[in-house]
């Protein structure tokens, strides 16, 4: 554990008492002139870490025209400005993505030493040229509209362009109040933010498209949370995690644009979204709003079949919280599936069970329905049309890629009319006898086929132990080696070396997580430092994470943990 206590020992402690780090600068545009916005002041000797800016939002999006930053019904807008409350008392860089840093931000490592660096990751200082704002966005929260909704505890800084030219947008997540925070305290909590941070960039090395997280900065200030929802109040530590996205916009940030009847900054967004993000669709093209459409139910099938490859149920899949870009935003209480189980609810408040990672495809296909229903004002009657043809085709490019993926994790090439049945049969053994989902695939990613066809699988492949107990294992073997035998100029070694590819040794199981936040909770963050570097390269066995158990049975205390959606 030598290399973890050496990284954990970079923590830095910096004070939050001071004020007055910001100064008025010009807004972006000539007409915005008498807004002012703040910047830091950058008082250490070396340059200021990343220059950002916010004229691209600003110069194309309108903003809301109250300045004044307390709770209300916004109209009108896109965003709100609203400065970060920084944390109280000393604040602790807990933990940073070394590959966020410096393949996305351009950062040398060494900057992770400077104490104002740690200020700019908690907000208790800005970046030049960032102009912190709020999104308006509403949404269907278990399928009901929930109304005006927006960055409650979040604040978008920026945009950074890096060398390789993508466009990134930093948002702070626990920041503080904005005019979206409802009757929440702007804050999130230690627990729910290491689980953010640790699954944004674990779901981006399993190849999920995601948003991306820096940093978690921790403090010693009090947030007290009913975690869940029983009056059982419980004072934890506030937290504060920098997280990045090509674009933060989702389906909601239509939705309430087109409940309120604001048609004009409808089509002004949706203009944007497509000229900045959807490079294939040409702005003057006149069906371009079903264009964007048909890319959305495509991707965000495809998402969500990616989703469904790893074991991951996102636990609140309501249309604030699906992204136009079709990548997973807004970890909350999700969950890595362990024992097969279609049923499986991670959210502790979900009652009915409407987001079990088995109704993921369906909850997909409701959020668009509801991304349908907020462009109708712009489509014209044959395009209404088009656009729900197009939503028909869902469940069908969806199980196809569905197909595609669990192909791939058994090893299988080209395609033939009973692959589906052989993947079917698969998981009706694995539900049926309670085998893991991560295990049983990467051990039959291990496995030779002779090891296989003799039946000589051994207790130290458990997940394959377990799967073999089912009296129909052996038919299923047939079926597969029969499969994988009718593959011309293939062999053994090539078909585990593509299995291994893509059946990870390791996801973030909700009791690694938890075991990581137990030890946090008491100042020592060597299991997040430990998650995070295991977690980027999950496809690869590791001593420390072997030493650790990540890829052992899980301890029997697992199956009684609980997440919910207080963070």
């Not at 340059?47 to 019904?73: G, H, I, M, W």
């Not at 991304?371 to 085709?393: G, M, T």
Request: a negative charge; hydrophobic letters at 40%.
């Amino acid at each position: 554990m030598s290399q973890v206590i050496a990284l954990t020992a970079l923590v830095i402690t910096v004070s939050t008492g001071a004020s007055g780090f910001w100064e008025p600068v010009q807004s972006c545009r000539k007409d915005r002139s008498a807004l002012t916005y703040s910047r830091p002041k950058w008082t250490c000797s070396a340059p200021p870490p990343l220059k950002l800016t916010a004229c691209r939002l600003l110069d194309s999006l309108p903003l809301d025209e109250v300045k004044d930053n307390f709770v209300r019904t916004v109209k009108r807008c896109i965003f709100s400005q609203s400065q970060p409350t920084p944390l109280k008392g000393a604040v602790h860089l807990a933990a940073i993505s070394k590959d966020v840093l410096e393949d996305i931000l351009d950062l040398d490592e060494s900057v992770m030493h400077s104490e104002d660096f740690v200020q700019f990751l908690s907000g208790v200082r800005l970046f030049p040229g960032s102009i912190p704002l709020a999104h308006r966005y509403g949404g269907h929260q278990f399928g009901h509209w929930a109304g005006q909704l927006g960055d409650g505890r979040a604040h978008l800084l920026g945009e950074y362009t890096n060398r390789k030219g993508e466009r990134w947008e930093l948002q702070l997540k626990g920041s503080g109040k904005t005019p979206y925070s409802r009757s929440g305290d702007g804050r999130a909590v230690l627990r729910s933010s290491v689980r953010e941070f640790l699954c944004s960039e674990a779901m981006h090395f399993l190849n999920v498209p995601t948003s991306r997280a820096l940093s978690l900065v921790v403090s010693e200030e009090a947030v007290w949370r009913d975690q869940f929802y029983n009056g059982s109040m419980k004072r934890e530590r506030g937290a504060v995690v920098l997280r990045l996205a090509p674009s933060w916009f989702r389906i909601g940030s239509l939705e309430i644009l087109a409940k309120a009847g604001e048609l004009d900054v409808l089509r002004t967004l949706l203009n944007f979204v497509i000229e900045q993000h959807f490079a294939v669709i040409k702005p003057s093209d006149p069906n371009k709003y079903v264009a964007f459409f048909s890319v959305v139910v495509n991707e965000t099938a495809h998402m969500i079949a990616k989703w469904m490859s790893v074991g991951f149920a996102h636990g609140v899949c309501n249309t604030d919280n699906f992204s136009l870009l079709s990548i997973t935003i807004d970890y909350g209480p999700f969950g890595f599936m362990e024992t097969y189980n279609p049923n499986f609810v991670p959210n502790s408040s979900d009652d009915e069970g409407r987001y079990s990672i088995g109704a993921q495809a369906n909850v997909g296909l409701f959020n668009l329905q509801k991304l349908l229903e907020a462009l109708h004002p712009v489509l014209s009657l044959d395009q209404r049309e088009q656009a729900e043809q197009i939503l028909r085709e869902y469940p069908q490019i969806y199980h196809r890629r569905f197909h595609e993926l669990f192909k791939g994790k058994l090893g299988l090439l080209g395609d033939e009319d009973d692959d589906a049945y052989l993947i079917a049969f698969l998981l009706k053994l694995m539900e049926d006898s309670g085998a893991d989902f991560t295990m049983t695939f990467r051990q039959l990613s291990e496995v030779t086929l002779l090891q296989l066809q003799n039946n000589s699988i051994t207790q130290a492949m458990w997940a394959l132990w377990d799967l073999s107990s089912h009296e129909y294992f052996s038919d299923w073997v047939s079926l597969y080696l029969q499969r994988l035998r009718s593959q011309s100029g293939d062999s053994d070694e090539h078909r585990q070396c593509r299995m291994r590819a893509v059946n990870p040794w390791y996801v973030l199981r909700n009791w690694m997580a938890e075991s990581a936040i137990r030890k946090a909770e008491n100042n020592d963050f060597s299991e997040v430092e430990l998650l995070q570097q295991i977690l980027t390269k999950p496809f690869v066995k590791q001593e420390w994470a072997e030493s650790a158990g990540y890829s052992s049975r899980p301890p029997a205390w697992a199956s009684e943990l609980r997440v919910s959606c207080s963070s």
